[in-house]
Structure formats: C-alpha cells, structure tokens
C-alpha cells in the first residue's frame, strides 16, 4: 500500500501519476539477453511492448502510454491475447478497461513508432482531502508519485516524491535431511505458488497461475497458459492432506487456491459445435508478431487431457462436484474424432488461422494422463480402448529402436498451418524429425508411457518406459541435474530446470513400479538439485524460492536466455517433494525422527 501524507491542493482537478520503476526500461518481444548468440532477427514494422501494471486499478484510474515516432497509418492493438482491438496509434494512448495485472502487451504494427512512457494516472474530481492510497501487488513497489495540476490539455507538477525499493536478503537455504526439512521446503513452494497466482478480477485468467517470474524485468508473465495450472491443482490438493501443511495454511485455502484454478480454466472450453476444436479446451495464447494483435490462441488434445489428468480429476476427487468429472470425460470423447481426420492425433488447432498445426510432437504423449485417471476412478474399459488408440498414433510415427522418440511427425500439408515452422520437400510426404535430446520433451513423452502403464500394464509399455528413462539415467550430471538437451554441454545450452524438475518427478514413480535403486537414486539427486537452486538472497523478495532457468527456451516461446521462474517447474518439483515425502513414509530415519 501506498500512504502518503498530506492534505492535497484545493484545486478542482488534478492527476495523481505512478511511474513504477519496473517500466524504466520496457522490456519487448525482440529483447535479446547477453547470453544469446547467433544472429539477431529484428523485427520488421510489428513489436510487441511488455509494460507492467504492478498496483490495483481502481475507479477512476486508467494507464497512458506514449509513443515516439508515430505515423498515420500505424495500428495498436491492447492485450491483444484477449481482446482484438485494433486501433489507429496515437502519441498519446489511454486505455481505461482490459488492463491486466503484471505484464500487459502493446502490439504495434509501425516502422518507426518507439513506447516512450507507461504511466498509471488517477484524476481526483473533488480535491481538498487527504492524497489517496494505492493498493500496490507487492510490497517491494518502488518509483515515483508525481501530483499534477489540469489546466486545460495542460499539466503543472505540484509534487513529486520518489520510493525506493526495500532492502532484503535472505540466507541461502539449508540442505533436507529431515522430515521437518521437506516440509519447509513444501510450504516455501506453496508460498512462491500463492504468490504467482492472478489476483485481477478483471481478467479472463483470474485465480490461475502466471507461467513465469521474470527477473530480469522484475514481473509476473504470461496468465494465459492454462494447461500448465494441472500440476499445481494436483500438489496444493496432496500438500493440504499433509497435516503440517494443512495446519500452518488450512486446508480449505489450499483446496479452494486449486478450485479457482479448476474453474478459471472452464471458462476456455470451446463449445462453439462448427468449431474443428469443439469439445476441447484453449489452452494457451503465445505473443508473436506472426499472427494479428500479436497473438494466436491454441487448443490441444494433449495440453487439455494433460490438464483433465493433473488436475479436473483430483478436483473431482476432493470436491466431488461433477463439472470436472464431466469435462474430462466430454475432452477425451474428442479421440476419436480427431483420429478419424488424421492417423496421427493433432498438435494444436491455431484460431488466427483456423487451421490446424501442421505437425506433432513428442510432447502430446503426456496427454494419456486423462485416459490413466479416468480410467482409474470410473474403471470403464472405453477409457483403456481411446487411450491405446491415443498412444498408437504418436507411437507408430515417432518411437524409436533404442527407446527415445523422434521429436516432432511434420506432415508437409499445405492446407495446414506451419506456424512459423515449414519443412521444404515434397508436399504431403511426412518427415519424423529426429530426437534432438530435448530434456523437457522427452520428459513429456516419459510421463505418456508412464501413464500407459497404469492404463494399460500388461502391454508392454513399463518396459518402453525403463529403456527410455537409460538414457536420461547416462546423462544425468552428477549434481542432479540435466541440460537443456542432455547430450550437449551446459555452456552452450544450459541447464534444463523445468526438465530436472519433471524427471525426478518422473523417476520417483517409475521406482514404485521397478523398485529399482537406481531410478530413486536419480530421484533424489534431481530433487537435490532442485533443493540447492532454489533463489535466495535477492532484494526481490517476489522471486524468493524459486528455480531460475536460463536457457534458449527459458520463456518457451520468447525471452530466450532471460533467468526466468516458471510455475510449472514449481509445481513438478513440489509434486516431487511429496514423493519424497512418501518414498520415507514407515523408513527408520522417519520414525527415528517421529520418536
């Protein structure tokens, strides 16, 4: 909270501006990090702006953006993900409604026009009074309160007072030896978790998760990646159960923390029935320049089932309310249809385009998530039927003889959509295009053959299953974790920590199917990793526990090599956390410690 002191001029109006340090320096699509190389592409008459609104937009507020360099026919489009509002670029911009928390985007289609400004302004009608607060999302706000006179179009600065950041730092975390050691470090995820998630009413994305925490610009990004939320509504129901947890949260606050999640992500189910993505949910928009106000939405088979698996039936579970039961159930009714108009399931249908995407990857194997839970609370033997046909398709085009998959099955149709990816060749001759040792897709494909096997266990899918996971156990560092891909080194790469995260999460449940020492081995040093990674010290408070990646695809689709936070990551490694937990349920360090 902003409080200031004071009694405010007895003019009849008067601006109230907050500059927030965090829009000194603007971060924007084609921003390269010093550790990128190769050559720079920079953009060509479109970029997209990532200004920041860090306090609470009340009644009587709006934001001013300011432009260098504009011509008539240049084009902004505001939060363009949500709302295509294109409109004519002006010097001056202000926009009223559609402002969202954190990272916002101004897509501008120009050669020439340069964001200047980014102003957040209150006009106070009835001035005399006290100066108002302002509700800030995070204590750590700092920049400059600037009171202005209106005179006409004019404005006299009256005052201007500066805050600066707050000072703080933390020790580095302690190793977990201990029960009590885990549950620390539980409830220091839950703590970054409940920080992440979209507090703005006025979002369509209110009460999910943002995807990242940047540091480098000091923001929360991306809201709109929703499939990404199953894993986090799968830890906060686990941890809530575990009774230290429950009594330092509650555990309803958790549970309903998850619920919001669960019904946020309902909103995107698409049910238009002439819609080719009917009965599916959209489950991400990416910011690009390629598609109009810089955005496309996406819906995927793999992403949605990959949701309905982490997180509808856990929902359902806990909350027994149907809706997400029904909706899991209605997302993998949509196999066969899918598979009826392609042999290999689809990758994304792409709404800027209205097309589908023109290949699919070894990612969509975790989809089978939804067909393994579904089957295990209804144990209807369609589930086992859709779920081997799933399987089958991405199998047949993308498994291996040494027991990885290829990376992606390209189909070269020139009806489809390339998404800035096309492969030359002849049309409509498919290609596999080969593994590339990818940590975190390979992950993806781990987590489908894993979820085979409780849905379907005597087909031979654990073993596919161990002779994949060889090779992550070959390359596995020994401080625990992986590369971005495994096999190159990490100065040309980096680390893989969403990867890392995954796999000891991984690993934790292929050994409670082979017992093997080895797969718990890998386990715990991943979850080690982890552990010794967290970030500490920082004078950003908001990026306290969690793990920086930094990598070229830290942002996935955009700021490459940025150190960035991502709540998936978070979620994984918390889901490993209580692994480990259970993996010591009944050991003699535990009752040792118990006694």
């Known amino acids: 909270m902003i409080e200031l002191v004071g009694e405010l001029p007895s003019d009849s109006a008067l601006e109230i501006h907050l500059r927030s340090q965090r829009n000194r320096s603007i971060s924007k699509l084609s921003d390269r990090s010093e550790h990128e190389t190769g050559p720079a592409s920079p953009p060509v008459g479109k970029e997209i702006w990532f200004p920041v609104v860090d306090v609470e937009i009340e009644q009587g507020m709006d934001v001013l953006v300011t432009f260098d360099g504009v011509s008539l026919s240049d ?74 006179r209106k005179q006409k179009e004019s404005l006299s600065e009256l005052a201007k007072i500066e805050i600066k950041p707050e000072k703080t730092d933390s020790p580095p975390y302690d190793g977990v030896e201990s029960r009590t050691d885990l549950i620390n470090a539980v409830q220091a995820n839950i703590d970054f978790l409940l920080r992440s998630q979209n507090r703005n009413p006025a979002s369509p994305t209110f009460g999910g998760l943002y995807l990242f925490y940047d540091l480098a610009a000091a923001t929360y990004r991306r809201s709109d990646w929703i499939w990404t939320w199953g894993p986090a509504i799968r830890f906060l129901i686990e941890a809530s159960a575990i009774p230290e947890v429950a009594a330092h949260y509650g555990r309803e606050r958790l549970l309903t ?75 993998v009714d949509q196999t066969d249809r899918l598979l009826a108009q392609d042999p290999v399931i689809e990758q994304d249908f792409v709404f800027a385009s209205d097309k589908w995407k023109n290949w699919t990857m070894d990612e969509s194997g975790f989809g089978m998530e939804a067909f393994a839970e579904l089957y295990r609370i209804t144990k209807d033997a369609k589930y086992q039927a859709a779920g081997r046909r799933y399987l089958a398709s991405l199998t047949r085009v993308l498994e291996r003889g040494d027991g990885l998959w290829d990376r992606t099955w390209h189909r070269r149709d020139p009806a ?13 001759a498919p290609i596999r295009v080969p593994t590339n040792a990818n940590t975190r897709g390979l992950a993806w494909a781990m987590m489908g053959l894993l979820a085979a096997h409780r849905l379907l266990p005597n087909e031979g899918h654990l073993d596919a299953a161990t002779r994949m996971a060889s090779h992550l156990l070959e390359a596995q560092d020994p401080d625990g974790h992986w590369n971005f891909l495994y096999d190159r080194p990490e100065t040309e790469v980096g680390v893989s920590e969403k990867g890392t995260a995954i796999w000891s999460l991984l690993f934790y449940r292929l050994y409670q199917e082979t017992r093997d020492p080895a797969h718990l081995e890998a386990a715990r040093r991943a979850l080690q990793w982890c552990l010794s990674n967290r970030h500490h010290g920082s004078r950003d408070p908001l990026a306290q526990g969690g793990i920086v990646g930094r990598s070229p695809a830290s942002g996935v689709v955009y700021r490459r090599w940025f150190p960035l936070i991502c709540t998936y990551t978070m979620s994984f490694y918390g889901n490993a956390l209580v692994a480990e937990l259970e993996s010591r349920r009944g050991s003699r360090e535990e009752e040792a410690e118990r006694r």
């Open 416 to 428: 489809r959509e390339d998404d800035s990816w096309p492969l030359p060749g002849p049309e409509r």
């Open 75 to 148: 084009r902004l489009c505001w939060n363009g993900n949500f709302w295509k509002n294109s409109v004519q670029l002006q010097e001056q911009n202000v926009f009223v409604n559609n402002i969202e928390h954190w990272e916002n985007s101004v897509v501008v289609e120009s050669a020439t026009a340069r964001l200047r400004e980014f102003v957040v302004r209150k006009s106070i009608a009835d001035a005399g009074r006290e100066w108002p607060g302002f509700r800030c999302l995070t204590d750590s706000w700092a920049g400059t309160v600037t009171l202005y």
């Open 257 to 331: 923390v998850a619920r919001e999640m669960g019904e946020t992500s309902l909103r995107f189910l698409v049910r238009n029935p002439e819609s080719p993505a009917r009965g599916l949910l959209i489950t991400r928009f990416d910011p690009t320049t390629r598609y109009r106000c810089g955005h496309s939405a996406f819906a995927s088979p793999a992403d949605a089932y990959f949701l309905a698996g982490w997180g509808y039936v856990p929902l359902y579970e806990v909350t027994g309310e149907n809706r997400f039961l029904e909706t899991s159930r209605l997302l």
